[in-house]
């Protein structure tokens, strides 16, 4: 299979767990919100959650999720645009699961398009864009390796086993530790991310 193809993409709860790894570690990593990459409010609407990225170069995506259905809108500046949203696009809404909500969001900026796709009953669809899943989605696919890889980089920190096995452990869904948070980022505590962790969903150990 494909990585970079939206087969690839994890679907139902894999996909929300990955999307709150990926929020969790850019928080240890990075205290300032506004330079993160990856984010997720766990607790958007009614039953809902959300699931946002963005570059700091125009590209961003956002997913809606309710249960284990998705709704998910990427736009890339470099990549063509598609049409906003219009009441045809209800007709992809998988019904009694609240995604019409996605269609209407202005916090999703659905002005800005260049690839929409829906998830339900473990299949992805793509509603518009290329097969290719955006540059930002890449994520949802790495292993732990290959995300401590991209966060050295971007971060500028140095990459060590401590590290990469700290992401294995988030990956996994586990909970969060004063040791795991240390590996990460030394000059972070668990309790520093306090607002975050609650905003995220992600459990600790007591």
């Given amino acids: 299979m494909d990585r970079n193809t939206i087969e690839a993409l994890p679907v139902g709860r894999a996909f929300s767990q990955r999307a709150k790894a990926l929020a969790i570690i850019d928080a240890i990593l990075c205290p300032e919100w506004e330079y993160r990459y990856y984010s997720f409010n766990s607790e958007w609407g009614s039953g809902q959650s959300m699931a946002s990225a963005r570059d700091g170069q125009g590209a961003e995506y956002f997913a809606l999720i309710s249960d284990d259905v998705i709704g998910f809108k990427s736009y890339e500046p470099q990549s063509p645009a598609v ?3 219009s009441a045809g ?15 209407g969001e202005p916090a999703f900026s659905m002005d800005r ?6 998830c339900d009953a473990g299949s992805w669809q793509l ?7 955006p540059d930002l989605a890449e994520a949802l696919t790495r292993d732990a390796d290959e995300h401590a890889s991209w966060a ?11 590290q990469v096995e ?21 000059s972070a505590g668990i309790v520093d991310l306090t607002d975050d962790i609650t905003e995220i969903g992600w459990p600790t150990a007591v």
């Fill in 89 to 103: 696009w209800a007709a992809h809404t998988p019904s009694n699961k609240g995604l019409e909500y996605f269609w």
């Fill in 166 to 186: 700290a992401m294995r452990h988030l990956f996994d869904g586990e909970p969060l530790t004063g040791e795991i948070v240390a590996a990460l980022n030394p």
């Fill in 127 to 133: 509603l518009a864009g290329e097969l290719r899943i």
């Fill in 113 to 118: 398009i260049s690839w929409l796709a829906t």
């Fill in 152 to 162: 050295a980089t971007y971060y500028e920190r140095t990459p060590s086993t401590e």
């Fill in 83 to 85: 049409p906003p949203p």
